[in-house]
């Protein structure tokens, strides 16, 4: 069976009565689409292509059996934008598939069963004007020649059976993007070509079997590795040598215990960096010293216990920290300084049990976002600085009094979210919504979130105290979206 979608400009309104076509206007653009049925059919094709004088198509969706040699010349004198061919049975590509044809920039040829290519037998037209090829989920067991696609600057060749990297070495195309994920890769042993390392700005190696990362020196133009869930150990001071141009680098789900405190020395440009999903148990004080641009880090779920801020006070733009789901049981502000930018703080499901506040708010001044969920908390904060979201819930019953004042905060021009839920012991004192008589005209908006035996415990008292000023609290339960009551204000 043979489908065709065509999709192209035309001129003449006749086209659209041809059988199988159909006529559409969108943004402004006239475009005929045109399903065929059968290999016979396939001569309308040139009919509506001499007839109607369509050269140029933008989407071009083929969908074919495993034996294509009947249809040759089916892009005679196209110039197609994107072509579709994925999910079409395909074990291999006939030599003289693309004769004769203009131009074509992107190709789809996912899930399909290819199990080799060789992209210089094409024409030539082919492998002048190709841009991006996609192979995703084949079964190819290693990257084809890339010696004469001249333009070709992406390729996915993820999901196949790709162990053999041999074809780097001669690597002509100015790839820029090239994606091995989930394949066979064991190692990266071989060298770059010339023409990658000028070139290549992405690459991404995740779910593989690598266990080392080395030979990716002088990639002068790399800008995002990824390498998650491979089976990564150990990082070595020179693993990451030579990539003058990193801002991304991605070395989550791997069984990474221990790094070279040089090890990020040579990646000064990174700006995110996830660790995360490891076994890390400690972060040494100059580990990211001389990662000054870093504005995002993962660190969750490794088996971190204790943390000296101090290692981050390099880090004057970091605005996301993730140390969610790890042992933590101390937080050391100590020597903590420079966390002017910090917007987001995760620590999340850690055995912590107290934390100096007064310190974490004045050395993290512009925190917004604090999850302390699932932890072992007594108190909550006294000040909630200018805070817009501060989860609270769940602190396994150690948390058990709402005080007086407690909800006092520095900038009260947005709206706060707390979530005090799952925390089934917890009560409000009787002052919890008061404030300080100096501050007769303080104000807030605040959703909060209880567990259904703190609302109910709840005196209406309490609740009295919010129409002494300009403070407007709407009350969730935990097992519910809907609002509990009329809002408090």
Request: hydrophobic share 35%; aromatic share 8%.
């Amino acid at each position: 069976m043979v489908w065709i979608s065509l999709l192209a400009h035309f001129e003449s309104k006749e086209v659209c009565s041809i059988k199988g076509c159909s006529c559409e206007n969108d943004s402004g653009y006239d475009y005929v689409t045109c399903f065929f049925d059968s290999p016979h059919d396939l001569e309308v094709n040139n009919e509506i292509q001499q007839k109607y004088d369509i050269e140029v198509i933008d989407t071009f969706t083929l969908r074919l059996g495993s034996n294509i040699s009947s249809i040759e010349n089916i892009f005679k004198g196209l110039s197609i934008n994107i072509l579709f061919m994925d999910a079409s049975n395909l074990r291999s590509l006939h030599q003289n598939l693309f004769n004769s044809i203009k131009s074509i920039k992107n190709i789809y040829l996912s899930n399909n069963f290819l199990t080799h290519l060789n992209f210089s037998e094409f024409d030539d037209n082919f492998k002048n004007s190709i841009q991006s090829i996609v192979l995703k989920n084949n079964s190819l067991n290693r990257i084809p020649p890339l010696t004469q696609l001249n333009n070709l600057n992406y390729m996915d060749l993820s999901s196949n059976r790709i162990w053999d990297l041999s074809a780097l070495q001669d690597c002509h195309s100015p790839l820029e993007t090239l994606d091995l994920s989930n394949n066979y890769v064991t190692h990266l042993h071989y060298n770059f070509s010339t023409k990658l390392q000028k070139c290549l700005s992405t690459l991404i190696l995740n779910s593989n079997g690598i266990a080392q990362v080395n030979n990716l020196s002088n990639l002068d133009q790399l800008s995002n590795l990824q390498l998650s869930r491979n089976f990564l150990e150990h990082l070595t001071a020179d693993a990451l040598q030579h990539l003058p141009l990193l801002t991304h680098l991605d070395l989550s789900h791997n069984k990474i215990k221990t790094m070279a405190n040089n090890t990020f020395d040579s990646v000064k440009e990174l700006s995110l960096l996830d660790l995360s999903f490891n076994k890390i148990e400690f972060l040494q004080v100059d580990l990211f010293s001389n990662l000054k641009k870093l504005q995002k880090l993962f660190l969750q779920s490794n088996s971190i216990r204790v943390v000296d801020f101090s290692v981050f006070n390099n880090q004057k733009l970091l605005y996301v920290l993730d140390l969610s789901g790890n042992q933590i049981e101390r937080m050391d502000l100590d020597k903590a300084s420079n966390f002017t930018n910090l917007q987001l703080l995760r620590l999340s499901e850690n055995r912590l049990e107290s934390i100096d506040y007064q310190k974490m708010f004045s050395t993290m001044g512009s925190i917004r976002m604090l999850y302390l969920e699932n932890n072992y908390l007594d108190q909550m904060p006294k000040y909630l600085g200018s805070l817009i979201k501060l989860d609270m819930s769940n602190q396994h019953d150690r948390l058990t009094i709402i005080p007086d004042s407690a909800f006092s905060r520095y900038d009260t021009s947005v709206l706060l979210r707390l979530n005090l839920s799952k925390n089934h012991s917890l009560k409000f004192s009787n002052r919890s919504f008061c404030i300080n008589q100096k501050r007769s005209d303080f104000n807030y908006f605040m959703d909060l979130v209880l567990s259904s035996d703190t609302l109910a415990s709840i005196d209406k008292c309490v609740l009295k105290q919010l129409s002494s000023s300009h403070r407007r609290v709407r009350i969730f339960t935990e097992n519910a979206n809907e609002e509990n009551g009329k809002i408090c204000d």
